[in-house]
């Protein structure tokens, strides 16, 4: 249930910033990472209706999932797609049977709807100390930090005036550094022709079921590497994000809300979605608004935004495709700075625990991959290991008893 400080009446002012964020995080999503989901589909060698589809039941699920997560919990929880399991079937679609893959989907989805009814998740979260959880996260987001100043080489005025723009805005009015530098890079791109929706007509998308069939091959091959991949590449740095900026919703309907949602979405085409990890990040900090109790509107405006998207299908996701990589890139940094920051603030707060969180931030920013597991569940297994070795019970049981032996043996002498 919402708390007594989250269920104040919103004024007309506390929902331009929580909105801005929301639709921040809908433009990265699409504009960074959502071209896997057309890769994907070329090497599935689906028709356009199919993929229109594929469009449709993910925008939908992730919109109405998010919608209606953060109007219940009155918290910013942003869902996506899971990105790494879409780069994983890139690969994983040439060699399997589509409808098997579809089989695969739902195995998948049902075993994260059974994951949180069970409890299981929101207990392993709790487990993870806070400095290894802040260093994971801004180790996580530090390649989207340096990326921010990465297009000044590719794209040199349309960076610096982003840069510049943000930089003169968080002086003058900080609230409104991300919403100007936002409309800056439009007015930019319009300015320079580089924003042509001339070729843009809305179409409404149309789902088509596709009836699942299940081989032994796909469970091994897609079903159980799309769990394992979406669990530790998406749900647990996502779940950190929001514990990261003080929020304490239960992982446990998160879970099952988006595993039962891609449940019914797979037949549609949805391989995954989830909460999601960095996109989330914008909606959470301080940038969506300084109240954490108004920031759940981002959530919302986030959910309204994809299931617009989702309706129209691929023509809306197109159009945030078309948006420059530089620009994507750079609005994205700057809007994570506010976290990275705070996320770097808490791990090395504490001078007991600084040293494992250190390792954690770096065996991040590293985005090991191994085992076709990503870098998030690398640089978490790293710090977990670092802080367990230099704080575990053992270690002091350890020194407790080099102690009392050295106690003695002077004692003797």
Not at 19 to 46: C, D, H
Not at 305 to 326: E, K, R, S
């Amino acid at each position: 249930m919402p708390s007594a400080a989250c269920s104040r009446a919103i004024r007309p002012a506390d929902l331009i910033h929580p909105i801005v964020a929301g639709l921040v995080s809908v433009i990265v999503n699409y504009g960074g990472t959502f071209i896997l989901v057309f890769q994907a589909a070329k090497v599935a060698g689906l028709s356009p209706e199919l993929t229109a589809s594929w469009v449709w039941s993910l925008s939908i699920g992730v919109g109405a999932s998010g919608l209606l997560l953060s109007w219940l919990s009155r918290e910013p929880i942003i869902t996506a797609w899971s990105t790494p399991a879409a780069a994983f079937l890139v690969t994983a679609l040439a060699t399997t049977p589509y409808n098997q893959a579809i089989g695969a989907y739902l195995i998948s989805a049902a075993a994260f709807v059974v994951l949180g009814l069970s409890g299981w998740f929101d207990r392993l979260i709790r487990l993870i100390p806070v400095g290894v959880a802040a260093g994971l996260l801004a180790g996580i987001l530090l390649q989207f930090g340096t990326r921010a100043f990465a297009g000044l080489a590719v794209d040199p005025l349309l960076a610096t005036l982003l840069i510049l723009g943000y930089l003169l805005l968080k002086r003058l009015s900080a609230r409104y550094a991300i919403v100007g530098i936002l409309l800056l890079g439009l007015a930019l791109l319009w300015g320079q022709g580089r924003l042509d929706l001339s070729g843009v007509s809305l179409q409404l998308a149309r789902p088509v079921f596709t009836v699942p069939a299940f081989s032994f091959n796909a469970l091994l091959s897609v079903a159980l590497p799309l769990f394992l991949i979406t669990l530790t590449g998406q749900y647990m740095p996502g779940m950190l994000v929001l514990r990261n900026d003080g929020f304490r919703t239960s992982a446990n309907p998160i879970v099952a809300v988006t595993g039962f949602g891609s449940l019914l979405m797979a037949p549609f085409g949805s391989h995954a979605f989830n909460i999601a990890a960095i996109t989330a990040a914008i909606a959470t900090g301080r940038e969506a608004h300084e109240d954490p109790a108004r920031r759940w509107v981002a959530g919302v405006a986030a959910g309204l935004c994809y299931i617009l998207v989702g309706v129209f299908g691929v023509t809306l996701a197109a159009v945030f495709m078309a948006l420059p990589a530089t620009f994507i890139a750079t609005l994205a940094g700057l809007a994570l700075l506010g976290t990275i920051a705070a996320s770097l603030a808490t791990a090395l707060a504490e001078p007991a625990s600084r040293e494992a969180a250190l390792i954690t931030f770096l065996a991040a920013a590293a985005n090991i991959t191994l085992l076709g597991i990503g870098g998030a569940f690398w640089g978490l297994f790293i710090g977990l290991i670092a802080h367990a070795l230099l704080h575990g019970r053992w270690s002091r049981a350890h020194l407790s008893s080099r102690t009392g032996t050295g106690e003695q043996e002077q004692a003797n002498v």
